[in-house]
C-alpha cells in the first residue's frame, strides 16, 4: 500500500491541526480495513516515536505526551486515516509519518502494534510546526 499524508504546516501554540492520511491499494487487494494505522513523529535528533494507533476494529491509543489533544480515527470507506491535533505545544513540532502493518487474519480486531518495526509501509512525512 503507498501512503500519502498531508495537513501540516505551522501554527501558533494552542492551535489546532488535522493531518491526513490516504492508502492506495496494493494491487494484491488487501482492503484498507486490514492494515492498523499509526502515526509516529520524529523531531530533529530524536528518534521516531508512536503519536498515536488505530486498529482495525476501531480501537485506538495515544501515547501519553498527547493524549486527552490528539485523537487518531478512519474512514476505511475513503482509506484515509486522520490525526486530529488540539492544544498543540511547540514541543509537538516534529515531522508526522503515517504507518501501516498488514496484519495478518489470525489477529485478534483489537490488537494495536506499538513497535515501530511491526510497520510495513510508510508515507513521506509532513513536517508540523508549533511556534510559542
Known amino acids: 500500500v503507498q501512503l500519502q499524508a498531508s495537513g501540516g504546516g505551522l501554527v501558533q501554540a494552542g492551535g489546532s491541526l488535522r493531518l491526513s492520511c490516504a492508502a492506495s491499494?496494493?494491487?494484491?487487494?488487501?482492503?484498507?480495513?486490514?492494515?492498523?494505522m499509526a502515526w509516529f513523529r520524529q523531531a530533529p535528533g530524536q528518534e521516531r516515536e508512536l503519536v498515536a494507533v488505530?486498529?482495525?476494529?476501531?480501537?485506538?491509543d495515544t501515547s501519553q505526551s498527547v493524549k486527552g489533544r490528539f485523537t487518531v480515527s478512519r474512514d476505511n470507506a475513503k482509506n484515509t486515516v486522520y490525526l486530529q491535533m488540539n492544544s498543540l505545544k511547540p514541543e509537538d513540532t516534529a515531522v508526522y509519518y503515517c504507518?501501516?502493518?498488514?496484519?495478518?487474519?489470525?489477529?485478534?480486531?483489537?490488537?494495536?502494534?506499538?513497535?515501530?518495526?511491526?510497520?510495513?509501509?510508510w508515507g513521506q512525512g509532513t513536517q508540523v510546526t508549533v511556534s510559542s
Open positions: 491499494e496494493p494491487a494484491s487487494g488487501r482492503m484498507f480495513g486490514r492494515y492498523a
Open positions: 504507518a501501516a502493518d498488514s496484519l495478518p487474519d489470525w489477529r485478534s480486531r483489537f490488537y494495536l502494534p506499538r513497535n515501530i518495526n511491526e510497520y510495513d509501509y
Open positions: 488505530i486498529g482495525i476494529g476501531g480501537s485506538s
